[in-house]
């Protein structure tokens, strides 16, 4: 059981300017004079690092937004930790999501003792604390026990609101990132636009606004990108998962967390086309269920409400797959924004394009279902 963490301070704000370029890690001469001071320089126990040979650096693949790498101290007699994550932005990122927000979402969690400590940071980038893990990959999150495991991991996550409730007239993530993406889209090029039919975007947003709207889903901590890269299994022999990359975390629809999560079923980030998704992937309703009485069922949750303890795992499938669509079109416009800034090896136009059509192909029927469920429920009150 760890302590709660607050960032390490830079010294004199002198590496707060310092700006790591991925592409040189590589590079003995670059590691010496820029990665090792760093680091000598802000992360307490590594003072002892002085040439490139005392250190191994491994690039994490299947990270979409930062540049990842762990880092190996191959000292001897070294004092702890002997290895962390260093994240690197992406270039564009910062125009996608808040990085004070983010740096205040880590402090928080450090409070509560979820996710990797924060260690220290710089002008592009910072330093994590490496849990000795495996990643899931997207076989696992299909194993029944696995998808069980991940549903107590977001309620745990998601009751965070109850010890820091949101400020009054918080908007949730969704709706902003949407009304600030949607917006950059004007960047690509008009034949593209024409193509996409960004003309009839804007009035599909509002309309699945209000359609979501009459959901009543609440607000709660969402991780907002539960993909299977951002979950790890702990190699301490507890089995315990544990969820990490919070770049995208805040409050958000509860909803909107679930039906991403089933989202991401769709999707092998490892695989030879990483950017198609495989609809037949997206989990069945028993494997929905099977999720979902783990979130509701959850029985180290003490703060359940009682509004909470009147849903059924059958009455949340709506909420799910109604914000699926959210999903859709959030991390459609990501993809396309990011084909414009990205230096990753990703087809993200590809990727964003998916997403938006997989919103397009869908919504009519959610939306009827939604019609649906409260016409009935207005016949059996009347009734």
Known sequence: MRVPCIPQQLPNGKFNDVILDSSKLGQKKYIHGTLIPLMRNTLSGWED???ESHIDIERVSGALTNFVFFITKKLQNSQNPQKVVLRIYGN???QLFDREKELRCLEMLSIVKIGPQLLSTFSNGRFEQFLESTTLNYHEIHIPEVSRQIAYRLRSLHNIV??????KGTIPEVWVNIDKWSPLLRKISYEQQIKLKLEDLDNE?????????????PIVFAHNDTQYGN???????????VVVDFEYAGYNYR????????CEWMFNYHGTDPHVSHISWYPTEEQQINFLKAYLDDNNDNDNDNKDQEITPRKLLLECNAFALASHVMWGLWGIIQSLESDIDFDYLAYGVGR????????DNIY?????????STSLIDS
């Open 205 to 217: 947003i509002r309309e699945l606004k209000s359609m979501l709207s009459k959901l009543d889903s």
């Open 368 to 376: 009827d279902l939604i019609n649906n469920h409260f016409q009935t």
């Open 162 to 167: 109850t010890i820091f409730p949101p400020k």
């Open 92 to 94: 564009g990122a910062d």
């Open 255 to 262: 909803g909107f967390d679930l039906g991403n999560h089933f």
């Open 49 to 51: 690092i002085t040439k």
């Open 231 to 241: 979950i790890l299994r702990l190699d301490d022999g507890s089995n315990q998962l």
């Open 356 to 363: 938006l059509q997989m919103f397009r192909d869908s919504k």
